[in-house]
């Protein structure tokens, strides 16, 4: 149990002992805390940022992707079947690698302007799921107060993992769904209907070494810079 759980728990058995206003409290993340406890997930995924990770995923058909990711400098990249996307300093870039390859860049992402979702438009066909799409699903449900939530552990390439089925998430790209998270707050699976799409994510391999080769772009690809001056 993560350190944030086991004080929040620990917080209201004190509340619930001092005013004998609580009948029970579910230690599995039920009743009271479980909106708290999807809370917990969605802080553990935004703390991720500042990790420096690499991790495969297989998508439903067999087809793999990867997330890849470094603290100093700040970037990512999203290898996926046909294409990549590439979040620096320098530029957003998306690449498509059908013959002939083209990677388009666009202007750098911030934290008050992050990538399009169109930039991902490749990826989404492919049925992957970026990290920020989840922890935007997670958003969503701690804010309904409606939501079931089902919780269980699990370990997921060698990395222990909460996971939580969610039902009926309202105002969100998927009301159903089942997401694990491994304890650094990355994402370790994904079930569910997104935008009408299924979408089947399991991560295979984990790892803190990066190859540079991540962030490079596809050689002889024809560069498209749509940057502003």
Not at 72 to 89: D, F, I, M, N, S
Not at 219 to 228: M, N, V
């Amino acid at each position: 149990m993560p350190v944030f759980r086991r004080r929040l728990a620990t917080a209201v058995l004190l509340l619930c002992a001092a005013t004998a206003g609580c009948s029970e409290l579910d230690e599995s993340g039920q009743g009271l805390t479980r909106n708290d406890l999807v809370a917990d997930l969605a802080a553990q995924m935004t703390s991720a940022a500042d990790l420096t990770y690499e991790a495969n995923y297989q998508l439903a058909g067999g087809e793999q992707a990867t997330v890849a990711q470094t603290r100093k400098p700040a970037r990512t990249a999203y290898v996926y079947p046909g294409g990549k996307v590439t979040v620096t300093a320098e530029a957003t870039t998306e690449c498509r690698t059908a013959k002939p390859t083209t990677c388009t860049m666009t202007a750098p992402a911030s934290a008050a302007s992050p990538p399009p979702a169109a930039v991902f438009a490749g990826a989404d066909e492919t049925g992957m799921v970026t990290p920020a799409t989840v922890l935007t699903l997670l958003n969503a449900a701690v804010l309904d107060n409606d939501v079931e939530v089902d919780q269980h552990d699990t370990t997921i390439a060698g990395r222990h993992a909460t996971c939580v089925q969610l039902t009926g998430v309202d105002d969100a790209a998927a009301r159903d769904f089942t997401t694990c998270i491994t304890n650094e707050g990355v994402l370790g699976s994904f079930n569910g209907i997104l935008d009408q799409t299924r979408v089947d994510v399991a991560m295979t391999h984990y790892t803190e070494q990066v190859e540079e080769a991540m962030f490079e772009l596809p050689k002889a690809a024809k560069l498209i810079d749509r940057r502003a001056n």
